[in-house]
């Protein structure tokens, strides 16, 4: 009887540690897609972009989504919009918890004529 309860406890265990990994995976990850619609993009050197302000709201959202996952940061901002054309990048910077500088480093994936798909480097 104890040996059902040892496998069951540990099969348990094993499982709750796989979810708990596919969570934080799902939930940290860097890569995100916006549309291009009226409110989220601007013009940069001729090109349709995201939005400085909306890369960098998304990015400080996402940099330190649990507590285990990333530095907290804050003040985020780009220095301009992110083109949207594969290979595009831009460096934001913000502020980490103690007040130390963090550049973060933002580049296009996969761009159409609707939506822009980037990822940053955490």
């Given amino acids: 009887m104890q040996r059902k309860f040892l496998v069951g406890a540990v099969g348990g ?39 400085a ?12 989504p649990l507590p285990w996952v ?9 220095p301009t919009g992110l083109k949207a054309v594969v290979g595009a990048s831009v460096t934001c910077t913000g502020k980490k918890s103690d007040g130390k500088p963090v550049d973060i480093p933002v580049t296009v994936v996969k761009a ?8 940053f480097e955490r």
């Fill in 13 to 51: 265990a094993a499982a709750v540690a796989a979810l708990f990994g596919v969570g934080t995976h799902l939930l940290s990850g860097t890569k995100s897609t916006t549309g291009l619609d009226g409110q989220s993009t601007e013009s940069v050197g001729g090109h349709r972009a995201l939005a």
């Fill in 70 to 78: 990333g530095a907290k940061v804050s003040g985020v901002t780009c």
């Fill in 112 to 119: 159409t004529a609707d939506s822009v798909t980037w990822k």
């Fill in 53 to 64: 302000n909306v890369v960098a709201g998304r990015t400080e959202s996402k940099y330190h």
